[in-house]
């Protein structure tokens, strides 16, 4: 079977498909390419690191040769209106070529230092010599054989060997700013004052500076400046002024505020972000982020740490972004000689500090828990609103009010206002999931005594529920269970049909990953199937890790006081009887069925 291709069809051309000037037809497989319209002007793109404008307009190909003497007809019909870049570029050169030369004429005819020897006197000159003599002739013919081209050009060769042309070339190439002629020229300034005038005459090192200067080129008077030793050291210390300018105003708390390497709380840390780090470099320190932006590729990431690394060598408060690498660096396990190491780098802070840091971290670690069983025991439901009769007021009293008496009473001068409504929304549930860890520690030279242990502790979590069980009925059982006919129980036909649909979309998932023919309708499967509660759970689940328990589940008395742990810790409780919550073991459940109740 052949692969299908391009189909084979000609492209028609046009009159204005070739250059007006070569006539090369400028129509590349159906699309014209590299052809410049002679009447239109034309855009050029700049280039930016020699400080040119984005867009650049050039005049029209007609323009341009029309300054130069040669008027193109545009109505001519039997003539292209287009013509390739090649002699576009061309006419261009050409112009810019005479532009030069008068230039040259017009700086020759105006400077009038020039001293030239007149032609006739050159004439006369040669007209007064005495003519010499002819050469005599030898009357002796020899036979003397003419060297060839080859010979010619190897003996060329060995009287000016190829290394001294490659250095010429090489001459050529490497001329910089920094090795260029001498200047021949002389370099004055003036300054006029309110009262006198002073003329100063510049250093021939110094000359082209000024010069571009008075011409408003700052990009080569920048880079002529950066050439010069003592100037580029002046520079060079002006600059690093300015970068520990920059360095104190990070480091200062004044009018800005602290910076955010300063800030080492572990709700900053919590929101440490490397895009407001770099916003605050580019705000407070342009000319430190510049420069480590350049070096760093403009790696965002990359900027930020060497600009932590640097500023924490002068003050070791400034380590917010350390703490992050401490983070990184504990939860991969690693000891405590890798801190003593990266501590002296600059890169983290010292073993102590990080311990410290990770303990006022976990302090609070089960806040969010906390917070969601206080919301549990403050909330009525709305089968406790009447009361028990423990809780209920006594009523049984009567006040009778008249209206004489109301009128009386004054109250519209009160500005009585009704309260707002009491919102009394049921919060979310929460469930609590406990998996066992183990640890196995391998001894070398086992003994009687010393043979390999295992430790089995217990994780936990909280994790909230993402769907709401309030609004399913509670009304416990609608049948008792003896007079329940199995009849009600049996799938029915429409479960059957919704059962038949699962089974479609999960066949089609399975038949279009192992089935290369039917690999191309892998987008159009049904990746999810859709239910009642299809939105909740697409979100996120909150998760809060409450730590380790040194307790075996496996142990009855362990299992025991896990149970009471989390009874006396994340149980809500509703007067003396406590509301239950779901618990979970060894992975978090697809359906949450969390219920509490008074």
Known sequence: MSRPGRSTGKWLSDLHD???????????????????????????????????PPVVTLPSVATVLLSLGLKISKDDPSKSRRVCET??????????????????????????????????AKGAEKRCRETPSKTPRDSKKRLIRTPLKSTLTATREQAEPQDTVRVQEKDKENRTLANAPDRKSETKVTVTYSSLVRNYSCDNSLAGV?????????????????????????????????????????????????????????????TFSYDEMEQELKSRAPTIHSVLSTVGNQKTIHTCVAASIIIRAKDNKMSALAY?????????????????????????????????????????????????????????PPGMLAGSSEESWDTNFQCVITDEELAMMDIGRLHITSPPPLVNSPPRPYSIIFDN???????????????????????????????????LP????????????????????????????????????????????????????????????????????????????????????????????????????????????????????????SVFRG
């Open 18 to 52: 070739f250059c007006r000037l070569c006539g090369k037809n400028q129509r590349i497989r159906g699309t014209l390419q590299h052809v410049v319209v002679i009447f239109d002007d034309r855009i050029k793109k700049g280039d930016i690191k020699k400080g040119d």
């Open 87 to 120: 002699c576009a570029r061309r006419a261009d050169n050409i112009k810019k070529s005479m532009d030069e030369y008068l230039e040259t004429w017009k700086q020759n005819e105006t400077s009038g230092s020039g001293k030239q020897t007149p032609t006739s």
């Open 210 to 270: 000024v010069e571009n200067l008075a011409k408003g080129n700052l990009a080569t008077s920048a880079k002529l400046m950066m050439t010069h030793p003592k100037l580029s050291s002046e520079i060079q210390k002006q600059i690093e002024l300015k970068v520990e300018k920059e360095a104190s105003t990070l480091l200062s708390t004044g009018k800005l505020g602290p910076s955010i390497l300063r800030k080492t709380s572990p709700k900053d840390l919590e």
């Open 437 to 471: 860890l183990n640890f196995h520690i391998k001894i070398h030279h086992q003994t009687t005594s010393q043979h390999n242990k295992i430790y089995n502790w217990t994780h936990h979590m909280a994790v909230q529920d993402r769907v709401t069980p309030h609004h």
């Open 324 to 380: 992050v690498i401490n983070c990184i660096l504990q939860h991969g396990g690693v000891k405590r000689s890798v801190f003593d190491r990266l501590c002296k780098m600059g890169i983290t802070t010292s073993h102590k500090h990080a311990i410290r840091k990770q303990n006022e971290m976990s302090e609070h670690h089960d806040e969010p828990v906390k917070q969601w069983r206080k919301e549990i025991e403050q909330y009525t």
């Open 474 to 593: 509670d009304n416990g059982a609608t049948k008792p269970l003896p007079d329940i006919d199995l009849d009600e129980v049996l799938p029915t036909i429409h479960t059957q049909v919704h059962y038949r649909r699962e089974l479609i979309a999960l066949c089609s998932r399975t038949i279009t990953f192992y089935c290369l023919a039917f690999k191309p309708f892998q987008d159009t499967v049904l990746r999810h199937l859709p239910h009642q509660y299809s939105k909740e759970m697409a979100e996120k689940s909150v998760e809060v890790p409450l730590g380790l328990l040194f307790k075996d589940e496996n142990v009855t008395g362990d299992l025991v006081d896990i149970l009471l742990h989390l009874q006396n810790e994340y149980v809500p409780k509703r007067g003396e009887k406590l509301c239950p919550l779901f618990a979970g073991g060894d992975r978090l459940q697809s359906v949450n069925s």
